[in-house]
Each structure stands twice: as C-alpha cells, then as structure tokens.
C-alpha cells in the first residue's frame, strides 16, 4: 500500500471519528491539538488503526503518534 493509500484510509477514518472537515486533514494534523482528542478516543482510533492495516501498533508506540503523518509513516513501515 502506497503512503498516499494509507493516508486516504486514515483521513477517511478521522474524518468519521472525530467529525471533521475531511478536507481539512493534513500530514500535519495532530491529534491532540486538531482535534481535542482524549485518551480514550485516540486508544479507540488505534486500535482502529491496527484492524484496518493489520498491523499491531504497541503502546508505547502508538503514545509516539501524534500527527497523521507520524501515523503514516508508521503504518507504511509496519504494514502486515
């Protein structure tokens, strides 16, 4: 999967998440500060993350992600 693949796939998944401007999500975007998400959403969102790319995301790997891009490149180099 290409990262623009991955990336489409995550923007999708926040877009219906957290109910924002699908147009608005950017590599830069960081999930705390863009879009006030508490611990409990972004555990939800990873795991999300780990069905939908079939990739285990441990962690204290996941508390490293805090951009979409971040998210990406993880997925990307952790494909299954």
Partial sequence: MTEEEIFNKIAD??????EFDRDKITMDLNFQ???DADS???VEFVMDLE?????EIPDEEAEKLQTVGEAVAYIKAHQG
Avoid: C, K, P, V
């Fill in 13 to 18: 998944m926040i877009a219906d998440r957290f």
């Fill in 33 to 35: 500060n863009d879009l």
């Fill in 40 to 42: 409990i959403d972004f």
């Fill in 51 to 55: 069905d939908t790319f079939g990739a």
